[in-house]
Every structure is written in structure tokens, then in C-alpha cells.
């Protein structure tokens, strides 16, 4: 099991790939109004990795060990569907 802080990092360094690849996404889509849903979507997608990162932050000790566990199973969850929403958008 990854400590808390290299979880941490691991989870804001996809948080901040998953933004700079959606504020691209979003630049190029202002003239396609198909794709603003989609970008609705991801938006809602990025705003919930920013929780669940926030709710990492607050935590600590046992209370880590517990949250680990259904954390990395969310954030596996999330990551697929942000994957899957840029390439449909690229």
C-alpha cells in the first residue's frame, strides 16, 4: 500500500494532467456546440477528483488505512471515465 503522501502526489499529478487536458479540450470545443455536453461531463468529473483529493488531504493515520482502500477503487473509476470522455473529445 502506497503511503498517504505518495498517494497524494500520485492522485494531484493526474488531477492536474486531467485539467490541462480538458481546459484544451474546452479551448477547442467554444466553436463546436455538440461537444458541450461532453464538456459538462467532464467537468463534473474533474470537480469530483478535486474531492476526493480534498478528502485525502484531511486525513491521517487510521483514519488513511480506511480510506485508502475505497479511495483507490473511486479513483480508478474516475481516471477510466476521464480517459475515456478525452478521447471521445479528441
Do not use: C, P
Given at each position: ?15 492536474e ?17 455538440s ?23 484531511e ?32
Amino acid at each position: 500500500m502506497d503511503s498517504l503522501e505518495t498517494f497524494n502526489k500520485k492522485m494531484q499529478q493526474n488531477v492536474e494532467q486531467w485539467k490541462s487536458e480538458i481546459d484544451s479540450i474546452k479551448y477547442a470545443a467554444k466553436t463546436s456546440s455538440s461537444n458541450q455536453q461532453q464538456i459538462k461531463e467532464l467537468i463534473e468529473l474533474q470537480e469530483s477528483a478535486y474531492q476526493k483529493l480534498a478528502e485525502l488531504h484531511e486525513t491521517s493515520g487510521d483514519s488513511w488505512r480506511d480510506l485508502h482502500k475505497e479511495t483507490q477503487k473511486d479513483w480508478q473509476e474516475l481516471e477510466r471515465k476521464i480517459t475515456q470522455a478525452i478521447k471521445i473529445m479528441k
